[in-house]
């Protein structure tokens, strides 16, 4: 990746991409540990729910390094928005999954992969090197 003027260090924008996708990842194994525990292997509920706090605390890092892309990286500043409203979203989703109310559990979860995806896809995408 080489630096222009506008673009932020290279060290900001690729931990925001290894955190996009740590967390994608861990989204994507919620998805898979709530279907295999639904199949009747209840032991994977407490798998799920571990995994819920570990995949919460890489989105809080994601958060900070969104932070760090707007100020003092000089970029823009929709990525610190999307990601605290992640965080909220999966706030919520948290207290769902707790509370047991599967019916908003469930599509928050699906919303949750699919922002966490296009997120991901677009931390990959912005800031590529310029062909020279």
Do not use: C, K
């Not at 995994?51 to 823009?76: D, E, I, K, S």
């Amino acid at each position: 990746m080489t630096a222009s003027p506008s673009a932020p260090p290279g060290w900001i924008v690729w931990s925001l991409r290894v955190l996009a996708t740590a967390h994608l990842a861990g989204v994507l194994g919620q998805a898979a540990l709530a279907g295999l525990f639904a199949t009747g292997d209840v032991d994977l509920l407490a798998w799920h729910q571990n995994n819920a706090g570990f995949t919460h605390a890489l989105l809080y890092l994601q958060l900070v390094a969104a932070v760090l892309l707007w100020r003092p990286g000089r970029g823009p500043g929709w990525p610190a928005l999307a990601s605290l409203g992640l965080v909220a979203l999966e706030t919520v989703q948290v207290a769902l999954g707790q509370w047991r109310v599967l019916g908003l559990h469930f599509p928050i979860g699906m919303a949750i992969f699919g922002l966490s995806a296009v997120f991901a896809v677009w931390t990959w995408r912005a800031y590529r090197p310029s062909a020279a």
